[in-house]
């Protein structure tokens, strides 16, 4: 075989598109290297496949037989054809049959031979090509097949190793989740213990906190009642301050009418007094309602103490002007007995000048005792009060006779019971009407007979029912005339109103308690036909002992404005056991056709109007106009006299209310009647 039929054979190995990766080892499939790419095809299978074999294009193996399988052929083998010297081309190998005759030339036999030499050449040529070739394809299959042998044992030293690293690695998986699962285990035994340790510890916590936290309540409940008991204390002595506060201004006031015959105070003074009240009061009031500190108490006291010293101080210089008073008075009766002494002198020196005129005087005296004798006998006290509202305050009494005497019929030890459930009705608040509508209807369920808070009992006869209802009738009357601000008289009219539309007879006990602290308000006045002193107006009246003008003319104002207050509320009501403006206008009309009282008389009539005068003037309209007029033009100018005394501040204080309703002919509605009529 030529070195060149070699060469053109290697070269067609290395050049075929099919086995130009046959010497390579394989890679694995991915998106850069699929499965059909021609780098994962192998060329050793077509190793001895002579068809996939590119040979040359002029090669030929001289023989064309289709039953020889020469169709496997490929023609690009040329590069292991040798060049031939006499020709470029090689001549086909014609197989001749048996049956068929070999074409003789008619010409030279020497030509002939030299051609069938010729062709004889060409074949012996044309069999040691085909057995080089021949040659090369053993050796390229032995080749190819040593390769593709030791690329499969390759494949199985790797598939073996891969196979050992495989369990190798399978193995340590197994011992590591062996280790991971023993670490878990421990771990899970751990936290439980962990845990349940946790869980004592814990419940051993909550143990000894509860015990504490129990430790701690008990405290809080043994110092909150220990507060309590003191704010207790506080409260009383901070109340029996005030009503020792209160009594010393009114005896102050007293003091100083006596002395300077004014009805009030200088504007400091009197601002003091009433800065202190109202504080002290708003205390009180609220102290039910709110939790009071003890600085607030301390504040209070040192008010109280305060207000103590002014008045004090006052009082002093009070009783040093009484005395110096006093003092004037015995000088001024030593010389007014001088004179008289004097005067009987000059009478015994005319006496005999003047005998017939004295003994007529003597006899007109004698005539005048007899008479007013005779009138004494007659009356016995010297008043004659009308019959008409004398029997109507006779017939209240009468009506009312059995809850006065309910008291007498109590049993043993239920007196004290009674006063308790009766005691919400004396502790209503100024600022929430929510806590008063609360004490309503306490109140309201008391009355029906049930156990509002256990403990306390309930109602459980009439007796019982008429002693209680006479008990908060006086309360309320009580709390309403007494306090020194107007709310708190508002807020008493309206749980009086508030309870009379459900008992109506709570409307006659408060009348009868009213008209016995004030007799103004149904006209019972003394006889004014025989001359009689101020004081024992006032007494018939009936002033207390020890109660100075000014205090008296005060309790009058409180109850006429209570009145009016509480006819103004009925007057919003629907079903009312009052009808508030015939009683009001009938009031209005006694006092004017009746001679004044000073201190009393405009001291009523302006509380009244204060709190019922525009209700009336929107009931009688025209005929209330003229009544304020005939006020303002006809009484006070003719009763002048009423200026006397503590009357002087009430009598201008009138006349200038019925002068502003002259010029706007209208009464303003008093605030706190809107706030209370619901």
């Known amino acids: 075989m030529s070195e060149g039929t070699l060469q053109g054979v290697l070269s067609a190995l290395r050049n075929s598109s099919r086995l130009q990766h046959w010497d390579k080892p394989p890679r694995e499939f991915g998106p850069d290297n699929p499965e059909d790419s021609s780098y994962n095809r192998n060329g050793l299978k077509d190793v001895g496949d002579l068809t996939k074999i590119n040979f040359s294009r002029g090669f030929s193996f001289g023989i064309n037989d289709n039953n020889d399988g020469d169709d496997d052929r490929d023609d690009n083998n040329e590069k292991c054809k040798p060049e031939d010297t006499w020709t470029s081309t090689t001549p086909d190998i014609v197989r001749l049959e048996e049956t068929q005759e070999v074409y003789e030339p008619a010409g030279s036999d020497a030509l002939y031979i030299a051609r069938r030499a010729r062709e004889q050449y060409q074949l012996e040529l044309q069999l040691q090509e085909f057995a080089i070739e021949n040659e090369c394809r053993q050796k390229a299959k032995e080749r190819s097949k040593a390769r593709h042998d030791a690329y499969i044992s390759k494949l199985q030293e790797i598939h073996q190793q891969s196979e050992k690293e495989w369990t190798l690695l399978l193995l340590r998986r197994d011992e590591k989740l062996a280790h991971e699962e023993d670490q878990l285990r ?154 008289a002494k004097a005067l009987q002198q000059q009478q015994q020196q005319q006496q005999q000048q003047q005998q017939q005129q004295q003994q007529q005087q003597q006899q007109q005296t004698v005539q005048s005792e007899g008479i007013e004798e005779q009138t004494l006998d007659q009356t016995g006290t010297g008043v ?162 020890q109660e100075g003008e000014g205090a008296f003319s005060t309790r009058n104002g409180n109850c006429a404005y209570v009145y009016g207050l509480v006819l103004a509320l009925f007057s919003k009501k629907k079903g009312a056991p009052e009808q508030a403006p015939v009683r009001g206008w009938e009031l209005l009309a006694k006092i004017l056709s009746s001679p004044p009282i000073p201190c009393i008389t405009c001291e009523i009539i302006l509380n009244f109007l204060k709190a019922f005068g525009h209700t009336l003037q929107e009931t009688y309209g025209k005929q209330f106009v003229k009544m304020m007029i005939y006020l303002s033009r006809v009484y006070l100018p003719q009763h002048e006299q009423m200026k006397e005394g503590a009357g002087a501040p009430s009598f201008v204080m009138l006349q200038t209310l019925v002068r502003d309703f002259e010029s706007g002919r209208k009464l303003q509605q008093d605030p706190i009647v809107d706030r209370y009529k619901n």
Not at 193 to 215: F, G, M, P
Not at 232 to 260: A, G
Not at 302 to 318: C, H, N, P, W, Y
Not at 485 to 491: K, L, Q
């Open 186 to 339: 421990k771990r899970h035994q751990e936290t439980e213990q962990a845990v349940t340790q946790c869980k004592n510890e814990y419940n051993l916590y909550i143990a000894q906190r509860s015990s504490e936290l129990v430790d701690a309540c008990e405290r809080a409940q043994r110092q909150e009642a220990e507060e309590a008991n003191m704010r207790r204390l506080h409260l009383n002595n901070l109340q029996n301050s005030y009503t020792n506060f209160v009594s010393h201004v009114s005896q102050m006031r007293e003091l100083y009418k006596e002395v300077d015959g004014g009805e009030s105070l200088d504007t400091e003074t009197e601002s003091l007094l009433n800065q202190t009240v109202t504080q002290v009061e708003d205390l009180l009031n609220n102290s039910h309602t709110s939790t009071t500190t003890q600085e607030q108490f301390d504040k209070a006291q040192a008010t109280l103490q305060q207000g103590f010293m002014s008045i004090k101080e006052i009082t002093q210089v009070l009783s040093m002007k009484k005395e110096e008073k006093v003092k004037l008075e015995q000088e001024k009766a030593a010389q007014e007995a001088n004179k």
């Open 384 to 545: 004659e009060p009308p019959r008409d509202n004398l029997a109507r305050f006779i017939e209240l009494r009468e009506k009312v006779q059995p809850f006065l005497n309910a008291k007498d019929t109590l049993a043993r030890g239920r007196e004290m019971k009674l006063r308790q459930l009766a005691k919400p009705a004396s502790q209503l608040s100024i600022t929430d009407q929510f806590i008063n509508r609360n004490i309503l209807q306490h109140i309201l369920s008391t009355l029906a007979g049930r156990e509002v808070e256990r403990g306390k009992g309930s109602i459980s006869n009439p007796s019982e029912l008429l002693y209680v209802k006479n008990l908060m009738a006086s309360n309320i009357l009580k709390q309403g005339t007494t306090s020194l601000n107007r709310a708190t008289t508002a807020v008493y009219s309206w749980l009086l109103v508030n309870l009379s539309l459900t008992h109506p007879d709570m409307v006659s006990l408060f009348l009868y308690y009213l008209y016995s602290e004030c007799l103004g308000l149904i006209s019972v006045l003394p006889d004014r036909s025989q001359p009689h002193s101020l004081e024992y107006l006032h007494q018939e009246l009936g002033r207390r002992d």
